[in-house]
């Protein structure tokens, strides 16, 4: 099974900072990967695919880079409605894997 | 659109079975996950089936007590859960395989085991 190893587990950042999460796949992926926003009580939505692609409707402060068994999702500048529990997920193969989620909380 | 159904309150060692009404999309040409997730907790895929039922895989934590079906014909998911543990606790989601890749997720059915 791949592990999907994300970091950090939480932050606390301010609006307008420059926010990065990284996860580590256990073996190379290729670019089978998404990153998922999620709030309390909310369905998890889909910001980026295929690593580095911007799903339509999401503003252009959110971008995710990578390829193999390392990827990062940046958030430019943090604005209020982007506190929230991020989560990448691998779907090179299966069984999936999710990382452990990155808790973004206001400083 | 993605409408789990038949989640609640079981005893230990109980069964259930989940529903997911599949509409607005050709449901036959996707395959289908189920992920769960413990309230307060991350994300955990659980099963996988194939358009045609051909294929089928499970996580290690529910192999021998779920079980996945489709009835494409119906448009409809399920999972069919038995020998129910506290830790299978958590608010199940219906997924579709998206095109682009990952998931599309339906709004999720609670399912408490406790005594």
């Known amino acids: 099974d791949i592990q999907m190893t994300q970091s950090p587990s939480s932050l606390s950042a301010s609006v307008g900072d420059r926010v990065t999460i990284t996860c580590r796949a256990s073996q190379g992926i290729r670019n089978d990967l998404v990153w998922y926003q999620q709030k309390p009580g909310k369905v998890p939505k889909r910001l980026i695919y295929a690593a580095s692609n911007l799903q339509s409707g999401v503003p252009s402060r959110f971008s995710g880079s990578g390829s193999g068994t390392e990827f990062t999702l940046t958030i430019s500048s943090l604005q209020p409605e982007d506190f929230a529990t991020y989560y990448c997920l691998q779907y090179n193969n299966y069984p999936l894997t999710f990382g452990g989620g990155t808790k973004v909380e206001i400083k | 659109q993605l409408v789990e159904s038949g989640g609640g309150l079981v005893q230990p060692g109980g069964s259930l079975r989940l529903s997911c009404a599949a509409s607005?999309?050709?449901?036959?040409?996707?395959?289908m996950n189920w992920v769960r997730q413990v309230p307060g907790k991350g994300l955990e895929w659980v099963s996988y089936i194939s358009t045609s039922s051909s294929t089928i895989y499970y996580a290690d934590s529910v192999r021998g007590r779920f079980t996945i079906s489709r009835d494409n014909a119906k448009n409809s998911l399920y999972l069919q859960m038995t020998s129910l543990r506290a830790e299978d606790t958590a608010v199940y989601y219906c997924?579709?395989?998206?095109?682009?890749?990952?998931?599309?997720w339906g709004q999720g059915t609670l399912v408490t085991v406790s005594s």
């Open positions: 607005g999309f050709t449901f036959s040409n996707y395959n």
């Open positions: 997924a579709r395989e998206r095109n682009s890749g990952g998931l599309g």
